[in-house]
């Protein structure tokens, strides 16, 4: 799955697939179809990261696995308690739950924390690294926040997007980032970077658009 020519396929795949759900997103008529194939989207996002991810291994798979289901327990807690994030609910877009909160959520912090460390591998081993990556992630989720609202991801209770949203983001994913760093774990992705870039993409643009609608 290596091969050049396999690699260039499926960035192609990736853009036409980002374009199309920005396109779909901002189409009033077509936003509902798009939101029930949301979290169809992160679980091929996933797969296509594991299956590029080099070098695959007990050690690297047993980290990933722990990574998501540490993004589904604070969300988890977050979403039933209010310990962390602040006070917020989960919509519909994101498909079945487990105690209010969405099964693939788990998998979204996992493609997230996955994406920039493959791209910050020349700082990897930098104690900056997870400050720098818990930054990337709190601005990231700073573009993503006014999408998911609109589109019934989920939804805050008040008017505002708490500053404790932001800072329990830095604090969850840096932690992920500093033990990315301890355990020294190698990530080598030729679609990461991609992947991310249209993600940032799709939610920039949807952000812009919706704010101006």
Known sequence: MNHPNSIRIVRILIVIWYLVGIAGFMNRSLQLYFQMLTPFGI???????MVFHEPKNLK????????????FVVEL?????????????YGNSLGPKLWNTPFVIGLN???LIYCISSIAQPIRDSWYFPLIG??????FDWLMEPVAVATDMWSWF?????????????LISGFIFLIFRIL???????????????QVIFF??????FRIA
């Not at 679980?43 to 990261?49: D, E, F, N, R």
């Not at 818990?134 to 601005?139: H, Y």
């Not at 920039?204 to 658009?209: F, I, K, P, Q």
Request: glycine share 12%; hydrophobic share 60%; net charge neutral.
């Open 134 to 139: 818990a930054s990337a992630m709190v601005v």
């Open 43 to 49: 679980i091929a996002a996933a797969l296509l990261l």
């Open 204 to 209: 920039l643009v949807l952000n812009v658009s």
């Open 158 to 170: 008040g008017d505002t997007i708490p500053v404790k949203n932001y800072l329990d983001w830095f």
């Open 60 to 71: 690297n798979g047993l980290i990933f696995f722990g990574i998501a289901l540490l993004g």
């Open 77 to 89: 807690i977050g979403v039933n308690t209010q310990a962390l994030f602040g006070f917020y609910g």
């Open 184 to 198: 020294k774990v190698d990530i080598h992705n030729r679609i990461g970077g991609i992947l991310l870039l249209m």
């Open 109 to 111: 912090w996992l493609i």
